[in-house]
């Protein structure tokens, strides 16, 4: 019997993608079907007048999620707006068969005192947090072939995180700066006067400078990466990283440079085989040669994250960088592969053809 699947949030960026990439899967093997997409101002549409590019693909209509029949739901994935999120799981919690990805923030930290710190209100519903399990799905495969809820991670946390996990015991981290750039999709469809053509054509500004709310989901991945090697103690300096974001005029793509000072003993070719080492047998995460760099348009529609690690003009010091396709590997392409693990597929089913160029 196919996986059936439901999309809460099908009519916005993440949801959409995920759904292309389910498509596309149904195309090479006949192990899903799409059973219910939902969307709050939309419900009663049919998909395509809302995504025409939707048309003819035989799915069903927007409904509100709360008229899903969640009975005969195998996995949800929930692309809604944080906040949002956690009172629809708890709903969807009791129905013990269901497997929940969950896109949105809502999930990610375990600690509630950084939720409410980053997202300016207490969790809504701090019982469910326990079961949920941080799905950066290189680094947490075991955890979450074994969960029922999945916090997806966030972006630019996929992007950071993936470059400085590896390297995490061998750079001073009171050095690290995380420069990252997105494409305008990373702020979802809605309406926002600041993501206006014309403010965003032809431009490139910074935002969220004294602290973007990723950095607690970065800052929780290198605490549990540093304790993972028994150097958390030797090392407090976790919260001392830093991270500002930039928007870029483009659709999609984020790209993080990460410079940082190296320890003693420590050089750049030894560094990029510790991260070559570290994803050895990755899928999706490919560590570049000596003297290449990452571009947005190599990971532009796939679930493909591309580091370089690579010289610094100054002695001692390195610089890595870090592409992804924000709405892939950054959300609905990350919550396939996160999918395939708890389902036991291969990661990669479902997944192909290369960036999209032009
Ligand atoms: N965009 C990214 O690159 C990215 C990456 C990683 C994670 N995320 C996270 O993924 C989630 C979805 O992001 P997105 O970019 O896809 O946002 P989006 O384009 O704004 O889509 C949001 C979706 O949620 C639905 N929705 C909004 N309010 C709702 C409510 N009160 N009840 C039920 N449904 C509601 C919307 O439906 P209608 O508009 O049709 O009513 C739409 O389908 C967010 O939590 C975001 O932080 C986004």
């Known amino acids: 019997m196919p996986c059936r699947v439901a999309i809460l949030g099908a009519s916005g960026y993440t949801g959409s993608e995920l759904l292309r990439c ?51 739901v195998d996995v949800a994935f929930c692309a809604l707006p944080h906040g949002t999120t956690q009172e629809v799981i708890a709903k969807l919690w009791r129905h013990e068969g269901l497997k929940i990805v969950d896109l949105s923030a809502d999930f990610r930290l375990h600690d509630l ?7 300016g209100k207490a969790h809504a519903t701090p019982a469910l947090q326990p079961h949920a399990c941080y799905g950066l799905s290189e680094w ?18 996929t992007a950071c995180q993936l470059s400085l996990l590896p390297v995490a015991d061998r750079v001073e ?46 800052e929780q991945g290198l605490r549990w990466r540093l304790k993972e090697l028994d150097k958390l103690e030797a090392d407090g300096k976790v919260s001392s990283v830093s991270f500002v974001p930039h928007l870029l005029p483009l659709d999609r793509g984020i790209m993080v440079t990460l410079s940082a000072k190296m320890l003693g003993g420590e ?21 570049l040669g000596e003297g290449e ?41 990350q919550a396939l592969q996160n999918m395939n693990i708890v389902l036991g597929m291969e990661e990669e089913t479902g997944f192909g053809g290369g960036a999209l160029l032009p």
């Not at 005192?113 to 997202?119: D, F, H, I, L, S």
């Not at 750049?268 to 560590?287: I, K």
């Not at 990971?299 to 010289?311: I, K």
């Open 113 to 119: 005192a950084m939720y409410e710190r980053w997202y």
């Open 173 to 218: 981290l009171g050095t690290v700066f995380m420069s990252a750039a997105s494409g305008v999709s990373g702020a979802g469809r809605s309406l926002r006067e600041d993501l206006l053509y014309c403010e965003m054509n032809e431009n490139f500004r910074p935002y969220a400078t004294g602290g973007h709310r990723h950095i607690a989901e970065i």
């Open 293 to 333: 760099v990452p571009s947005l348009k190599r990971v532009r529609g796939t679930n493909n994250c591309l580091l370089a690690v690579c010289e610094d003009r100054r002695d001692g010091w390195v610089v890595i960088f870090s592409a992804i396709d924000n709405l892939m590997k950054g959300a609905g392409g």
């Open 22 to 72: 389910l498509l596309l899967r149904r195309s090479v093997a006949d192990d899903i079907e799409i059973v219910a997409l939902t969307s709050s101002r939309r419900a009663g549409c049919q998909l395509s007048e809302v995504l025409p590019q939707f048309s003819g693909a035989g799915l069903p209509a927007l409904s509100l999620w709360e008229d899903v029949d969640w009975g005969a």
């Open 267 to 287: 050089s750049v070719d030894g560094l990029r085989r510790v991260m070559t080492e570290a994803y050895r047998g990755s899928v999706f995460v490919e560590v």
């Open 140 to 157: 947490n495969k075991d955890r979450i072939a074994k969960s029922r809820l999945i916090a997806n991670p966030g972006c630019y946390a």
